[in-house]
């Protein structure tokens, strides 16, 4: 089940790769590519907390997303990155000229860091899904 969440994340990003991203340039390709790997690593980091909090009553962790609730399940939290990610294409590749493309892009990034980094800082790292998250820091 991880392994098609994750597949389908990185789907995502692929299936609305129209033939329009071809006319980005390649910094604001590589722009956007970070930009949904920092979404993944998100989603990754959000598993191992939902997996803690099906593990143990007494998980120190939390979500602070509102979109999708303080204990949420793993199909929400994908839903959720994925129709975000849909719309932020969709606007990156319709409604701007390069200048804002770049602009927002860089913008995405920076912001779209903070949880990654604050996620870190807790202890909930990023992992490859092969194996169940079996240590949790405070």
């Known amino acids: ?4 969440l994750t597949f389908l ?9 129209d033939a329009s991203i071809d006319d980005w340039s390649t910094k604001d390709q590589r722009l956007y590519t970070s930009f949904v790997t920092l979404q993944a690593m998100d989603v990754l980091q959000t598993f191992a ?15 602070t997303n509102r979109l999708v609730g303080s204990h949420p399940k793993k199909g929400e939290v ?21 200048t804002e493309r770049r602009f927002t892009l ?9 949880p990654v ?5 807790v202890g909930l790292g990023f992992y490859i899904p092969i194996l169940p998250y079996k240590s949790f820091r405070k």
């Open 117 to 121: 980094i604050q996620n870190e800082s």
């Open 49 to 63: 907390l939902i997996e803690c909090q099906e593990r143990s009553p007494y998980c120190p962790y939390y979500e």
């Open 78 to 98: 994908v839903l959720v990155k994925l129709a975000t990610n849909f719309l932020i294409y969709k606007m990156l590749d319709k409604k701007m000229n390069e």
């Open 1 to 4: 089940m991880k392994w098609l």
């Open 9 to 17: 994340l990185f789907l995502s990003a692929a299936s609305t790769s």
């Open 106 to 114: 860089g913008a995405l990034n920076a912001v779209s860091i903070y």
